[in-house]
């Protein structure tokens, strides 16, 4: 007869890993590392561009309403012009000599060649 050895099995002791003193802590790399100097030129620059902007923006709104002023001025005077033309036909209208030969029958004067002058007109040589 065979015998056969009988043996136990033990399962295989665990190892436990005694912890370290110090923890361990994982640090963040950076993917692109700046400097506190190239951030203040960065952010310097940011800021001149965008007061530069301002500035050009602020020049050409001055620019629109000078133009606008400078428009209406210019309607403005092309009103006065007409009336000053209207009134210009006025006084040759007044001023035409068939006009005071009128005016002076109504009021019964004769005309006398010995009486009349030849009278400059103001302004005009």
Known sequence: MVVERYTEVNPAKKVYRKPDSQPK?????KIVGIKRTEMAIYITLAVLI??????????????????????????TIAVKNGEISELNTEITYLASYDRIYEKAQELGLDLNNS???????????
Not at 50 to 75: F, R
Not at 115 to 125: L, P
């Open 25 to 29: 802590t994982r640090k963040k790399g």
């Open 50 to 75: 965008a007061a530069v902007s301002i500035y050009v923006l602020s020049l050409k709104m001055e620019a629109y309403n000078y133009q606008n002023e400078k428009s209406s001025i210019e309607q």
């Open 115 to 125: 009486n009349v002058k030849v009278v400059e007109k103001y302004g005009e040589d």
